[in-house]
């Protein structure tokens, strides 16, 4: 089973790439990732949302505690990929606007 | 043509979280019998697929009435079952999960803001799940018991051409 989720730098970007199902069982794991993600406070952070296959409200509410961290500390978050069910949920939610999806 | 005579699917599982893939699995595939959707890989099985509306819909709904029954009524302890009836008709999936766990009150859970309102301070990180259940679905209804019953429908719209086989 793949992991769920990495973290890679491309040109000194962080990039966290999301895959499968973002939910309250994997989103746990996640979180303790996303806490050390904050705390370096990188300028900038892409999300690659292109491999995530599902997603509910547990794992939208990490990527919320990820966007509000990298903006409190000033720095730039970007979504990118989403698609499908992950997409359906971020519209119903009107959080493709504030992610710019 | 004659309306197709509903089908039914019994599943009993525990009502702990880490049997719920297996219960979205069974309910995804049971849309994919209203929807016609076909899946994207039929060989690669631990893809989820969920890309048709309707499928989306329902499983969206489902993970999260899973999500409270087995976080509220059962309180993550993994000592109770969940009864689902799924019932699928010609244009029409119904799902059932019936419990007996601690009874929930849906008049407590808070509206959900609106995020393009707010400051991102405000974002919401949860209370999400039954608002997601309700504006995914037709029918959104719970009977506190014991046992508990939720009562979940999804209808294909009327100008969708079902593509089955």
């Known amino acids: 089973m793949l992991t769920p989720y990495e973290v890679t730098l491309d040109n000194n970007a962080t990039v966290l790439t999301v895959r499968g199902s973002l939910d309250i069982n994997t989103a746990p794991a996640l979180a303790e990732e996303i806490d050390k993600i904050i705390e370096a406070k990188p300028d900038k952070i892409t999300v690659d949302l292109s491999t995530l296959e599902l997603i509910d409200s547990s794992g939208v509410a990490a990527l919320v505690k990820l966007y509000k961290g990298i903006r409190s500390t000033g720095g730039n978050i970007g979504f990118s990929g989403a698609k499908d069910q992950p997409l359906a949920i971020f519209k119903l939610l009107r959080m493709d606007r504030v992610f710019d999806l | ?165």
């Open chain 2, 1 to 165: 043509m004659h309306e197709k005579v509903p089908e039914r699917i019994w599943l009993t599982i525990p009502g702990a979280l880490r049997y719920r893939a297996v219960a979205v699995r069974v309910v995804a595939e049971a849309a994919r019998l209203v929807s016609g959707s076909a899946r994207h890989d039929e060989h690669d099985l631990d893809e989820h697929d969920v890309r048709d509306p309707f499928d989306t819909a329902v499983v969206s709904a489902f993970m999260e009435i899973f999500n409270n029954v087995a976080i509220h009524a059962y309180h993550r302890d993994e000592a109770g079952r969940i009864e689902i009836t799924i019932t699928t008709r010609e244009r029409e999936l119904i799902i059932e999960l019936a419990d007996t766990g601690t009874p929930f009150d849906p008049r407590k859970v808070p509206e959900l803001p609106n995020a393009t309102e707010l400051d991102i301070a405000a974002l919401p990180e949860g209370g999400m799940g039954l608002h997601i259940a309700k504006s995914m679905l037709d029918d959104v209804s719970y009977q506190p018991g014991p046992p508990n019953k939720w009562r979940l429908a999804k209808r294909l719209p009327p100008t969708t051409q079902i593509a089955r086989s």
